[in-house]
């Protein structure tokens, strides 16, 4: 299984470094979230998967391991207000601009986006909300 995936992240990472993030409204001090609008694209029936990205203000530690940005893709149901992971990526530098140290891709199950949360900021723009 390892074999498989590691193609797959290396090719995400690496398209990754040309992503054209937009910094999106979302009140945080310890962190800037941002999106990839080119990345959005539609996975079913009121389906999106979007491009999303924390750069943190501090340095944070992911199983034992320094990180300071996370590149996620999520998946979000317009139609029932939910979203779920799909792949995370937690990188050592800002902006995702270095090697991953850890890699999860195991699709989440659907939550509901908590008001004032990253997921309620980030299911607008997937969604399309003014």
């Known amino acids: 299984m390892k074999r498989l995936l590691f193609p797959f992240i290396l090719a995400v990472t690496a398209s990754g470094a ?3 993030w937009t910094r999106i409204d979302h009140a945080s001090g310890d962190y800037a979230l941002y999106v990839d609008h080119e990345t959005k694209k ?7 998967q979007m491009w999303h990205l924390l750069d943190y203000t501090a340095q944070q530690e992911v199983d034992g391991k320094p990180f300071r940005s996370l590149k996620g893709q999520d998946e ?3 139609g029932r207000r939910m979203r779920r992971d ?3 990526l937690w990188h050592v530098d800002g902006m995702g601009n270095s ?4 890699s999860a891709y195991k699709p989440g199950p ?4 908590e008001p004032g949360s990253a997921a309620e900021s980030l299911l607008r ?3 399309g909300d003014k």
């Open 18 to 20: 040309h992503a054209d």
């Open 42 to 48: 539609s996975s079913g029936v009121d389906l999106v």
């Open 76 to 78: 979000y149901d317009c």
């Open 86 to 88: 799909v792949l995370h």
């Open 99 to 102: 090697h991953n140290v850890k």
């Open 110 to 113: 659907w939550t509901p986006a």
């Open 125 to 127: 723009v997937a969604c």
